[in-house]
């Protein structure tokens, strides 16, 4: 198989040629770099590249291999890192101007389980500034363009990982999902795309946006893949309060179970109104899929999600204000030149270095935990977010897993909703509710619209049963056959 056609395939296709000794890591590792020079001036994917951190590392994979010495599963398999989680002595910058020079001091948790398992972080993507935006148009440094299409959006906030998969620039990524940051851009970019259990992946080392929603996750070309990265990212960390103190399992010895006796509910809140043609009629094909495949597919109801927008930018912003703060020119980041006293450095600083999205957010988050407006706004989202958990509860009574669009529309073209915020936030309708309840939800490829754009369908479990939310995508990508690999062979 050519090397240029190899870097288009799945980690486990990449790993066979590699334990066969057709294409030695370095060789793969060098193929993505040119496939990145080749393309990245179009898409934008990339804030850095980390070239001698991912040859050091692919040298390392093929001496083991010269040895006969066993390898982790995904060594040796180029992997894109979004910009806002840290790898020591590298930019770190969550595509921000406040953060245009820091250089990570230390390793994220999971950038330290990278290393521990030899995988080549090819460089750091661009996102939204600081994980702010369904678009990924709100990056300080250049917009990302879709693979598929370049004159439509991505995704964001994690719309640079996706894209990086997507054009060939890496083979897995790590995103991070606050509101549906990974589900997202891997819906735009016909990708998978998992957002785990709160608190199933360390967040020590990622950037905070909003820390009670904030879950970093796998964007893959398959569910096979996210299951293997998730397996190297997942587990307890002490660095992390927020951890969940449980041993994870091995989230790929399920996938192909049959799905006699699985119960799966479509939501009806977001199955029948709001959505285009063809992305509803590719949730009707998907559930007849399932039912050929011998799930039992039922209708259920979730009623509060029509306040879920409005909990979420509540609860979202006022933990952003509350994160953002240490910005402030005084320990590290940018730093405004030409003040006069420390006010005004605070004052210059932050408004030169945070561009418009994070501002707005930052005002509406600290409104909403002002004096007298705290109860009526922040405390009554909190509320609201228990009783959106409760209906998610209530229907995984009676459902394994729940089924939905990932978004009502497919992407859109760049810059058709910058001026109309509410518009952008809108687009976050189906995913949102998982953060809110903390439970795992992803998104997997189903078809593509009128136009070629590719269609998600979105997939959420009960927390902690990632197991058999990859068990019922992976039966669904085997019966959907849909070819990941398109944009990458096509932009060359």
């Not at 209906?391 to 810059?415: M, N, Q, R, Y």
Request: net charge neutral.
């Amino acid at each position: 198989m050519d090397i240029q056609e190899l870097i288009t395939k799945s980690s486990s296709e990449q790993r066979k040629a590699l334990l066969n000794k057709d294409v030695t890591a370095k060789e793969l590792t060098e193929a993505v770099y040119k496939q990145v020079e080749t393309v990245d001036g179009t898409i934008g994917a990339y804030n850095s590249l980390t070239k001698d951190f991912a040859l050091e590392t692919a040298k390392k994979v093929d001496e083991k291999i010269l040895k006969g010495e066993e390898l982790p599963a995904l060594a040796g398999i180029p992997l894109a890192l979004k910009d806002n989680i840290n790898l020591k002595s590298y930019p770190t910058t969550a595509s921000s101007k406040i953060l245009e020079n820091f250089i990570s001091p230390y390793d994220a948790t999971v950038t330290k389980k990278l290393k521990e398992n030899l995988i080549p972080v090819i460089g750091k993507t661009n996102l939204d500034e600081f994980a702010m935006g369904s678009s990924n148009e709100n990056s300080a440094f250049k917009i990302v363009r879709n693979p598929w299409n370049i004159k439509k959006v991505p995704g964001g906030s994690s719309g640079g990982s996706a894209a990086a998969v997507a054009a060939g620039e890496a083979t897995t990524a790590l995103g991070s999902d606050t509101g549906g940051s990974i589900r997202l851009p891997a819906s735009y970019c016909g990708l998978v795309g998992l957002k785990p259990t709160y608190g199933r992946v360390s967040r020590y080392g990622l950037i905070a946006f909003a820390s009670s929603l904030d879950q970093i996750g796998p964007i893959t070309r398959t569910v096979e893949d996210a299951a293997l990265l998730l397996n190297v990212i997942a587990g307890h960390d002490e660095k992390d309060s927020t951890s969940l103190n449980q041993e994870a399992p091995d989230f790929t010895k399920d996938l192909r179970k049959d799905l006699k006796g699985v119960k799966i509910g479509f939501i009806k809140e977001l199955c029948n109104e709001g959505l285009t043609d063809d992305v509803k009629n590719a949730v009707e094909k998907s559930i007849a899929t399932y039912k050929n495949l011998g799930a039992e597919v039922v209708e259920i109801s979730l009623p509060l999600i029509k306040y879920s927008i409005a909990v979420y930018y509540v609860i979202a912003t006022a933990e952003a204000s509350s994160n953002l703060a240490r910005f402030d020119g005084v320990k590290y980041g940018y730093r405004a030149k030409d003040v006069n006293n420390l006010y005004d450095m605070y004052v210059k600083t932050r408004a030169q270095g945070f561009g418009d999205e994070v501002k707005r957010r930052i005002m509406l988050g600290t409104y909403a935990l002002s004096s007298g407006y705290y109860d009526a706004y922040y405390k009554k989202a909190q509320q609201l977010r228990r009783l959106v958990k409760n209906d998610f509860d209530k229907a995984f009574e009676k459902v394994d897993v729940l089924l939905s669009p990932t978004c009502p529309h497919t992407a859109f073209d760049i810059g058709s909703k910058v001026e109309d915020p509410l518009s952008m936030y809108l687009t976050d309708i189906a995913t949102i509710t998982a953060n809110l309840a903390g439970i795992p939800a992803m998104n997997i490829p189903v078809g593509t619209d009128k136009t070629g754009m590719p269609i998600g369908l979105q997939l959420q479990a009960n927390c902690l049963n990632e197991t058999k939310l990859l068990n019922v995508a992976f039966k669904l990508e085997e019966a959907v056959q849909f070819d990941y690999s398109i944009p990458s062979k096509t932009l060359v």
